[in-house]
């Protein structure tokens, strides 16, 4: 099993920043690939993006160039700093982890950007 714990979300103005940490504990395994996901309101969840356990990142289109995902293996800790945030990226953020074929999640955190 895998625990995942979020932190860092809150409010903030739009164009401001936050950054997101996810430590990870339990059973982990080298090569699994971590990932932030998202979900508003009456939306699906969606990935925001994920980085494998050498640092090949690839991000949802909304938010490229914008957010930022990092993962600090001997700390076993994912992040994901967020500039130029915009109202639509509103949202509760999960850390998910997947690796030799489960998904673990997060209980998330919620990002609540104001106009």
């Known amino acids: 099993q895998v625990q995942l714990v979020e932190s860092g979300g809150g409010l903030v103005q739009a164009g401001g920043s936050l950054r997101l940490s996810c430590a990870a504990s339990?059973?982990?395994?080298?090569?699994?690939?971590m990932g932030w996901y998202r979900q508003a309101p009456g939306k699906q969840r969606e990935l925001v993006a994920r980085i494998t356990y050498f640092g090949i990142t690839n991000y949802a289109d909304s938010v490229k160039g914008r957010f930022a995902i990092s993962r600090d293996n001997a700390k076993n800790t994912v992040y994901l700093q967020m500039n130029s945030l915009k109202p639509e990226d509103t949202a509760v953020y999960y850390c998910n982890s997947l690796q030799r074929g489960n998904d673990y999640w997060g209980s998330g955190t919620q990002v609540t950007v104001s106009a």
């Open positions: 339990g059973s982990i395994f080298s090569g699994n690939l």
